[in-house]
């Protein structure tokens, strides 16, 4: 394997039920305006914050795989898939850091709903010692400013090149291009019978019409 170069490793959590543009966009945008040596989808097995997703986590992290093939700075970090029980993001990132070394900028990159429900997560207040956040911000989303997340955001605030130049402890805001895809609404497409092309690559449809996931209810 490749020297990693210089930069923080970024961690992009999700169900990805399966992985779309939004998603994909995103991930670009982020390498563009951050310094990532690398940009990582962890898919969840069991994502503890939301109900199990009907497509095994095998399949989805093998659409992720095929959405981000020859981009050699994506990777698909498949240690949640191993793990029995619930897909902690904390229990992830003390193994990432200890396999990156003390010095390497590690960062988790959530979506603003994401951190809405920050507070509830399983020994989240140990996250910052393990990581940066990264908050994508979403039209429709209004950062908080009072309470614990406020105060957070307010205490952390870092600017993108705290990210590779301190391992963790910093929270960063990153404005990106809305793209208004859910996975949410690609289920519903498929499941209603219509197309759902041009919203996630077409290597990704292929495998879901191949093995008929999201197939058409009668
Ligand atoms: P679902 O509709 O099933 O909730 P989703 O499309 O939101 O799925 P997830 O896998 O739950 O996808 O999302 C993982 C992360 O990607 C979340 O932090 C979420 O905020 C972010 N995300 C999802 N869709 C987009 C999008 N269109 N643009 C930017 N970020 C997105």
Redesign the pocket.
Same mark, same amino acid.
């Given at each position: 394997m490749s020297e990693l170069p210089s930069g923080a490793v970024a961690v /992009? @959590? @999700?169900? /990805? $039920?399966p992985? !779309?543009f @939004? !998603?994909l966009? %995103?991930a670009v945008e982020l390498l563009e305006a951050l310094p990532l040596a690398q940009l990582r989808f962890m898919p969840a097995s069991e994502p503890p914050h939301?109900e199990s997703p009907d497509v095994a986590a095998e399949d989805r992290a093998a659409m992720v795989e095929l959405a981000i093939a020859g981009e050699s700075r994506f990777v698909c970090d498949r240690r949640e898939l191993n793990r029995v029980g619930p897909s902690y993001s904390v229990d992830s990132l003390q193994e990432i850091r200890s396999e990156l070394g003390e010095q390497r900028g590690v960062c988790l990159?959530?979506?603003? =709903?994401?951190l809405l429900g920050l507070p509830k997560w399983h020994r989240w207040e140990e996250l910052l010692n393990l990581a940066h956040l990264v908050i994508?911000a +979403?039209p429709g989303w209004v950062l908080p400013v009072d309470g614990t997340l406020g105060e957070l955001l307010r205490d952390h605030a870092g600017r993108g090149e705290d990210l590779e130049g301190e391992p963790a402890g910093r929270v960063v805001t990153q404005t990106?291009r809305?793209? =208004?895809? %859910?996975?949410? $609404?690609i +289920?519903a497409l498929l499941q209603s019978g219509f197309s759902a092309r041009y919203l996630l690559p077409e290597s990704v449809l292929a495998y879901i019409a191949e093995r008929s996931l999201y197939a058409k209810q009668e």
């Open positions: /992009f @959590g @999700g169900t /990805f $039920n992985i !779309h @939004g !998603h966009r %995103s939301r990159v959530m979506g603003c =709903d994401a994508m +979403r990106l809305p793209q =208004d895809i %859910s996975a949410t $609404n +289920r």
